[in-house]
């Protein structure tokens, strides 16, 4: 059977973010379980994607067609390979420095996840976005309060909770489209029955 309505489509897309949700929680829970595992891993990832960006540099920078651009790509480009080489060739390092990032990046999401909470409070489940919001606020003042000390064991712990409360958030919100969608045009099952 073809998806054909809004209603079906949105159905179907809600089902996807559901299991998407659960996936974040589910995630979460093996972070939390084993916190220095998953700050190595994350280390790891960021690592490795450093120095494929720089690769990317590299390879950009000898279809440059300028002398002084091919020799900047070429310098931004080792950069990049050298500083990702590093980040995994020292992963206490590497997880010291990404606790500092990874703050930033959670002060900066709460924030802009509360902002939304404002533009979006009269949809319904917009209360689990201004809930993000505020733990993932509370998470990144966490990481920053106890590092470089706790960087080993909070940045998994903290992420795997930002993971579960992200989770949470997604799955009630794909609920809550589910149960207005039902509301604005029932599932044909139902009508049929």
Avoid: C
Avoid at 122 to 150: C, E, K, R, Y
């Amino acid at each position: 059977m073809s998806l054909n309505t809004p209603s079906e489509i949105i159905r179907q897309n809600s089902i996807w973010s559901i299991l998407w949700g659960v996936t974040l929680v589910l995630l979460g829970i093996l972070a939390v379980g084993s916190p220095l595992l998953a700050a190595v891993a994350v280390n790891a990832i960021v690592g490795w994607l450093i120095a494929f960006a720089g690769v990317v540099h590299l390879v950009i920078a000898f279809h440059a067609h300028r002398a002084g651009s091919l020799i900047w790509r070429l310098l931004v480009g080792i950069a990049y390979v050298l500083f990702g080489g590093y980040v995994i060739m020292h992963p206490a390092l590497g997880v010291a420095s990404l606790t500092l990032l990874l703050a930033s990046l959670f002060l900066v999401e709460g924030v802009f996840d509360v902002a939304l909470f404002f533009r979006m409070r009269s949809t319904q489940g917009s209360s689990w976005v201004l809930m993000d919001g505020i733990v993932t606020v509370i998470v990144g003042v966490l990481i920053f309060a106890h590092w470089p000390s706790s960087s080993a064991w909070a940045i998994g712990t903290l992420v795997g909770v930002s993971l579960i409360i992200s989770g949470v958030t997604r799955v009630m919100l794909s609920l809550a489209v589910r149960r207005a969608t039902d509301v604005l045009s029932p599932p044909s099952s139902k009508l049929a029955a």
